[in-house]
């Protein structure tokens, strides 16, 4: 087996087998080379620092989308508060017109309701004519 394990490097070696299978092998941790561990922590900050730079980014651009959205809505309701004060003075002018127009609206009622007892007193002419009639043609046979 020594013959077998020369070409493979002393790490990957099998270990030979025990007996007892609660026993693990464990290889020893090696830390990698200074120069190694300085350019890792280059390569994260300058990632770490490229996320960052993206997410205030993002937030910033979502803030300038609200100001925006801000800015329109006011505007929208400055116009809708300058639609609501010509509908308020053009509801008052109509008011006015109104109470300008009841006196003659309330001489038109009063004319109807003596159109309306005229017309009553007509029928009720008419009918009486009516008898008149009848009577006269009755004592005109006898």
Do not use: W
């Amino acid at each position: 087996m020594a013959a077998a394990a020369e070409g493979v490097p002393e790490t990957h070696r099998e270990e030979p087998v025990r007996d007892d299978a609660a026993v693990e092998t464990a290889e020893e941790a090696k830390e990698p080379a200074e120069a190694d561990i300085a350019e890792l922590c280059r390569d994260m900050f300058s990632k770490m620092a490229t996320y960052l730079t993206g997410e205030l980014t993002a937030t910033s651009e979502d803030y300038k989308l609200l100001e925006n959205m801000n800015k329109l809505t006011s505007l929208k309701y400055l116009e809708m508060k300058d639609i609501a004060i010509n509908i308020s003075r053009n509801l008052k002018d109509l008011n006015q017109k109104y109470a300008g127009l009841q006196p003659y609206l309330d001489q038109i009622n009063v004319i109807e309701e003596q159109v309306a007892a005229l017309e009553q007193a007509a029928y009720k002419l008419d009918a009486y004519s009516k008898k008149l009639e009848a009577k006269y043609k009755k004592l005109e046979k006898r």
